[in-house]
C-alpha cells in the first residue's frame, strides 16, 4: 500500500513539474509552425539547428489548421515562422495583417513568381516552392478498362470516366479551389462551370484532404486523380503504377509560402531561419524528403522527378485575384449552388 | 469533515498560496524557480510591498478577515461566504481587467494608468482554492447543502472547475454564432442555424446528399440500435447462455476501446475499398462488380458499430448478470413459461441498460471525428463539417459554432428521450439483503438468434483486427505488396546505443508525452467523476440540475469545437496554458468527465439507498460512508472510469489537434499526419505499438484496483462494469 502511495506521489509531482508552464526562452530558440510533410519538416528543422545553433521547436498541421491557431493566437502568438502550406491561407494571413513586413536580401536570388508573390502581400509572405496542378492515373486499371489515356482537362469530363474522377472539396482544401480559380481564368467563368457540371457526374468522391485522391489513384480505389503533381510523383517514386498529366489546356500552379509572424518572441532568429530557408542548400533538402516540389532559389537544384515547369503549360495565374477573400467565397458559393448540390 | 477544520484548511492553502507560492505563471518554465522569493516566481506577498502590484492589496484584507473567529473557533458563516466569494472575484475581475498590453477596458483607462501582467501562476491557484474552501464553509454553516461542509466544498469546487473549463469556453466559441462582421446580429443565427446545407431534404426526392442533421441523426440513430442489438445478442449469449467463450468475448469488448482512431477505418477500406482484399474475392469467384460502396453512410456505419458494440455488450452484461434472479424465479414458480419470463422480467428489467447503450452508441456516433473523415465520401456528418468550417479553405466561425449548437441540440434530445422512457420507475436489483437463486437460461430460439447474430460478428472482427496486426509489418497493405518488413517499426520506433539509449525514431517524443499525459488525467478524471456522481445521485442541493448539466455538457459538444474554444479562452492571461501539458490534461478530464459520472451514476442507481442510510444511522458523516460504503460497491465504475478515460486521452484527436504544441505532441495528431500523407503503413505502425500499451494498462489497472464481487450464492456474479 505505501509502495503503490509512493508511487503515485512521484507520478504526480513528475507530471507537475512536466505541466508547469514553459514556455520557449528568448535566446537561441525558435518555434516554427510548418505545414509541409512531415519528413520534410524534420530534416529542415535538423539542418537549421545544425547550421545557426538556435533550438527549432516545431509543429506540423496542415496549412487550414495552422491558419486557425495564428488567427486563435493572435492576441498573443506562440509560433515565430509559418513555414511552408499552399500560399493562399498566407496571403490571407498578409491580408488579416496577422504577419509581418519582412524583405530577405535573398530575395534577389528567387524565381520571379516568388518575388511577384512577395511583392502582392506587401513583403510579408514569400515564395519558397511551387507545384502545378494536374492529375494523375491509374494505369494498371485504365488498361484493364481499354480507356484512352486522358491528356486534358477536357478528357476527364468524358463519359467513360463515369464514377471514376475523385477531386477535393474546395470548401476544405486549397489545392481544390487552385482548380477552380484555375478553370475559372483558363476557360471564363461561364464555361469553367459547365464543364464542372459535366465533371461532377464524373467524379465519385470530393475529398476533404487535397492530395487524398493522388493515393486513391496509386492504390485504383479511383482511376483519375486530381492533385498537384508533386503529390502524384511521390506515389510514383513510391512504386504506384500511376501516369501524371499536365493537362494540354494548360494549368495552375500553387506557390508554398513562408511568413513571419506577427508578435513573433523570437524575431531576431525568425529572420535567420527565412534568409536560410531561401537559400539553395537548404531548398534542396526537399527533394531528400520525397517532396517534389520546384524550389523557388533558382539557384537550388531541380529534383530529377519533379515535373519542370517547361514541359507545362502554366497559365498566369492571378494569385492576388483569385486568393482574395471575396472572390473565393463567391466562386466557393458559386460552385456549392451549381456544381456541388446538382444530383449526379 | 467538520466546518471549523475544513475552514482552517481553506485558509491555510489560501495562505500559502498567498506567501509563497510563485503569483504568476513562469514564463520560462521550472527553471524560473531559480529566482523565488523576487523576480519571475515571486509570491504576492513580495510583490506587494513594492508597489507594482498595488490593485492586488484588496486579497489581503479578504484572506485576513476570517482568521481571528477561526482562531477562535467559531465559523461565521455569512463572513466567511462574503470574503471568499470577494477573493474569487476579486482575483478574476482583475486579471481580466488588465492583461498582457495593459488595462483591457478603456473605461478603467483613466484609473489605472500604464499597468500591465502576466498570467496567474500557483499562487492565485491555491488563493483561489482556498477562497472556494471559505465559501463552502460559509454557505455549509449557514445551513445549507445540508449543513455538511465536506459536500458544500465539493459542490462548489467542482461547479467552479466545470464553469472555467467547460461553461466559459463555450460560451467564449458559441457566442461567435451570433457575431456577424464583429457585431451582434441575431438574424444571422437564425439563417445560420436553418440553412439547407443543414436541413435541406432533396435526398428524397432525386439523387441528391440531404443536409447535415438528417445525414447525423439518421447515422447515430443507426449506429445506436445496431450497436445496442449486437451488444444484447453478445451478453445474453455471455451471461445466460452457457456459452465457453468467455476469453474471446472479453477480447473482443476490449479491442475496439483500445483501437486509436482511423484505423478500424483503414483496415475497412484494405478489406473492402473498390481494389481491397474481400472485393477482390468476391470478383474473382461471384463476379460481383468492384464498386465503392463502403465510403459513405454504409462505412461509417459499419466502422462505428464496429466500436460501439463491445461498448454496449459491456453495459449489457452487467446489467442481465445484476437482475436478481429470484425475481424471475417468481415468475417461474408461477407457472410462466421461459419466454414470458423473458418478456415480462427481464426485458423490462434490462430497460435502463438498453438505454443507456443506445444513448452511448448515439452519442458518440455524434462525436465521432475520424471515421467519417476517413470513410465519410460525400456523406457529411456535422462533426466533419464543423471541422472544415473552422479550418478549412473557407474559414467560417460563426457557421461552425451555428453547426455546433445543432449538434449540441441533438445530443441533449437524445438525454431527453432517455430519461422519458425509463421514467421515474425503480430497477434496483442491488440492495442489502440476500439475494439467492440460479439465473433463467435463455429461451431455445433466442439463443440461436443471438448465436447466429454474434458468431459471424466475432469473425467479422478478427478479420478487421487480423489486418491491423498484418499491416504494420508488410510493405504496403493498401497496394497488396505484402512483403514482410520492419521497416515500418524502425521509421517510428528505431533506438540507438551510443553510449546510452537515445530514442531516434520520429514517434517516440509523442509516444512519451501522451502515455505522460494520459497517466495523470485518468486518475483525475476517474476521481473527479465518481465524485460528481456522487453528489448528483446521492445528495440534494441548489442547483444540482445545473451542475449535472454543464457535466454533460463537454461530451456533447464536438472536439474540434473544444480545441477551438481553448485556444481561445486560455491564450491569454489571466488563464493562460496554451503551449504547456496542462491544458491537454485539462482537456482530457473535462472531455472525458462524462463518462465517469454516468457510469458512477448508473451504478449508483442499482446500489439500493438503505445501505447509505444504514451508514448514516450509525453516525457515519458524508466521508465516511463515501469512503466505507459507496467507493468499495462502486469500485467496478472506479476500474471503468480509470480505463476509459486514459484510454481515451490516448486515443482522442480532434479536441487535440490544436491544442498540441512542438514540446507536447500527441501520438494520435502524429497518425493522422501519415494517414494525410497517405503512409497507411506506419499508422497502423504505431497504432499496434499504442494497442499494445493501452492493452497492458487496461489490465494492469484491473488488476491493481480489483474487480467487484457482489456476493451471491449460487453463482458468482462477475462486475457490473457500467457505463465503460
Redesign the interface.
Known sequence: MVSRRTLAAAAVAGALAAALPGVARAQGQLTVYCSVQEEWCRPMMAAFERATGVRVAMTRRSSGETMTQIRAEAANPRGDVWWGGTGDPHMQAAQENLTVEYRSPRLSELQPWAVRQAEQTGFRTVGIYAGALGYSYNATELARRRITAPRCWADLARPEFRGEVQVADPNTSGTAYTMLATLVQIMGEEPAFTYLRALHQNVNQYTRSGAAPARAAATGETLVGITFLHDAVTQKVGGAPVELVAPCEGTGYEIGSMSIIRGARNMENARRFFDWALTAEAQALGAEARSYQLPSNRNAPIPPQAPRFEDVRLIDYDFARWGSSQERTRLLDRWQREVRAAAR | MGALSLARLALAVAGLGLLLLPWH??????ADIASWPGGAAAPLVALLPGGERWWLWPLVPLLVAPLPALAAGRVPGRLLAACGAGAIAWVFLQGHAIG?RGVAWPVLEPWLGEVRQT?L?WGAAAVLAGAAGLVATGLAARGRFGGDAFIAFLVVGSAGLLLLFVFVPLLTILSAAVVEDGRLAPAALAARVTTPEAWSL?CLA????CGVVWNTLALASLTGVLSTLLGLAFALLAARGNVRAMPAFRAMTILPLITPPFVVSLSL?VLF???GLVTGWMWEWFGIPRT?WI?GLPGVLLAQVLAQAPIAFVLLEGAVRAIGPSLEEAASTMGARRFTVFRTVTWPLLRPALAAAFLLGFVESLADFGNP?VLG??FDVLS?RIF?A??????DPGQAAALALLLLMLTFGAFALQALWIGKRRYTTVTGKGDSGVPAPLPRGLKFVCGAVAWPWMAFTAAVYGIILVGGFVH?I??G?MAFTWRHFLTGFEVEWLDGMAFRG?AWDSLFTTI?VA??SA?LTAGLGILLAWLLARQSFPGRRSLEFMTMLSFAIPGTVVG?SY??AF??PPV???????IL?ICFVFRNLPVGVRGGIAALAQIDRSLDEASATMGGGAVQTLRRVILPLLRPAIVAALAFSFVHAMTAVSAV??L????H?LATV?IV??V???EMALAIAYSTVLILIMLAVVLGIER?VGRAQIGRRAVPATPMRAGA
Open positions: 505563471g513562469l514564463e520560462g518554465g521550472v498582457l498570467s501562476g432533396a432525386d439523387r441528391q446528399g477500406i475499398g473498390r481494389t465503392r465510403y473523415l465520401g460525400d466533419t472544415f473552422i479550418a478549412g479553405a473557407r474559414h504496403d493498401g497496394r505488396d520520429s505522460q497517466a495523470v486518475p477551438v485556444i481561445l491564450n491569454v493562460e496554458l496554451t503551449g504547456t501539458a496542462l490534461v489537434i490544436f498540441v504544441s512542438a514540446r505532441n502524429y499526419g501519415r494525410e500523407a497517405g491493481l
